[in-house]
Every structure is written in structure tokens, then in C-alpha cells.
């Protein structure tokens, strides 16, 4: 939440927050004497807990909020209601830690389609919000709102910005031309850089940003060793 409050707050006073909590009902044969009518008792509860732990801070902040509580079977579809909303303006949600649940709910709904605005995953694990704005792309046509969103954010938060593109390393000749010869690395980086910049070049209305270039057969492995 903290982490929230300061991109709410550099929104903007108009922003609405709603705070939204799902509680699942589809396995009430499991749960001995719980009635219909305790679903409302349940609910309320959620609400009022919400209500006690963030009302007092969103309100010094000034920020107007509302708390929503719904009781859908699916909560990656609960969810979904708002990131198809054209009226939402970004999602927040926090990633747990394997200890304390799966956490495999943002997981889920990252991957799900019909999204109409980012979704900004805060994990228990950040331990501050310094730095700058990390815009890791692989320069598909889809980027283009990368780079919108991410020059919107960094203006809103006085953020400097860093575009990562990851040139992936072909592992499908494998052993005949090994992921980490150097000249194959030097190929793909040379024609990474060259695509990097004409891309870029097409877009007039994004300001030069500073650059990293990383090659690599995981991708994903190259973004969290770049953040750590």
C-alpha cells in the first residue's frame, strides 16, 4: 500500500481508488453450519477491516475511495471486470510471498487478455521505491504503449527511465552452434542495436531514453538478474 500511495497521490486529487477484495463462495460445503445469510455477515466483516486499516491514510491524503467487495468464483474474472473497464486507469496488486500462499492469482491475471490499462505488481519482497523506471522491451509493434505509459508514469513520479531490450540467444542449433559463442553474440547484439534504433527513430513523440542491451537464451532470467 505504500508503494500505491505514492503513484495515487502523483495522479493526481480526481483519481478514484476503489479497493476491491474477492471472497469465494463455491466451496461453502467444506465449512460446517455456514449459512446462506453469513455471506453478508462475511463480507461486512471484509469490509470493515478494509475500512479500518486504509481509510485513515487515503484520507490525510486526501483521496477519494470506495470499497467493493465481490463474490465472484473466479477471482482472476472478478479482476477482469476492471482491467476491461475503459474507466480504470491503472491496477494494483500486491504478490505474495510463497510462504503465505500461492501466490499465483497476479500470475494468472497478467496472463489473461482483453486488458484496457497496466497492471503494476508490488511483491512483499521490494524494499524501496528509488531508482528509476526499468521499460524492458522486445521491440514488438505491441511496445509502443510500453513506451507511452512508461514516459506518462515517469513524468507523474519524477522517474528517470531505462529501456532494457533483451536480444534472446538461439538455442535451437544446439550443439552445433553454441548459445555462448561470440560471434553469435556479436551478430544478434549488432542487429538488436540496429532494430533498437530504428524502432525508436519511428517515434517522435518519445524523448531519447538511456539504453541497455543484454544478451541471453532466458529472458526472463536476464530481466531479474538486470533488477537485482
Given amino acids: 500500500m505504500d508503494y500505491a500511495m505514492r503513484i495515487i497521490s502523483s495522479l493526481g486529487s480526481r483519481i478514484e481508488v476503489e479497493l476491491l477484495h474477492n471472497i469465494r463462495f463455491d ?8 449459512e446462506i445469510e453469513d455471506q453478508d455477515v462475511l463480507k461486512g466483516r471484509i469490509r470493515d477491516d478494509i475500512q479500518e486499516n486504509f481509510s485513515e ?4 491524503q486526501g483521496i477519494s475511495f470506495r470499497i467493493t467487495i ?3 468464483k ?3 474474472d472478478a479482476i477482469k471486470t476492471r482491467l476491461t473497464s475503459e474507466t480504470t486507469t491503472l491496477i494494483i496488486m500486491g504478490a505474495k510471498e510463497k510462504r503465505d500462499g500461492t501466490g499465483v492469482l497476479p500470475l494468472k491475471v497478467i496472463a489473461s487478455d482483453g486488458h484496457h490499462c497496466p ?8 524494499i524501496g521505491f528509488e531508482g528509476g523506471l526499468l521499460l524492458a522491451t522486445d521491440l514488438s509493434t505491441q511496445n509502443h504503449r510500453l513506451f507511452k505509459f512508461g514516459q506518462f508514469f515517469s513524468e507523474k513520479l519524477a522517474l528517470k527511465v531505462k529501456t532494457l531490450q533483451i536480444a534472446k540467444l538461439p538455442v535451437s542449433y544446439f550443439p552445433y552452434f553454441n548459445a555462448g559463442n561470440e560471434d553469435m553474440k556479436r551478430g544478434v547484439k549488432n542487429k538488436a542495436e540496429k532494430k533498437y534504433k530504428d524502432y525508436v527513430g519511428r517515434m517522435e513523440e518519445i524523448p531519447e531514453l538511456e539504453y541497455d542491451l543484454i544478451t541471453s537464451s532466458n529472458v526472463a532470467g536476464a530481466i531479474y538478474n538486470h533488477f537485482n
Avoid: I, W
Avoid at 119 to 126: E, M
Fill in 74 to 76: 473466479n477471482s482472476v
Fill in 57 to 60: 491514510l487515503l484520507n490525510a
Fill in 27 to 34: 466451496f461453502l460445503d467444506m465449512v460446517p453450519d455456514f
Fill in 119 to 126: 497492471l503494476l505488481l508490488c511483491p512483499k519482497t521490494v
Fill in 70 to 72: 465481490l463474490s465472484e
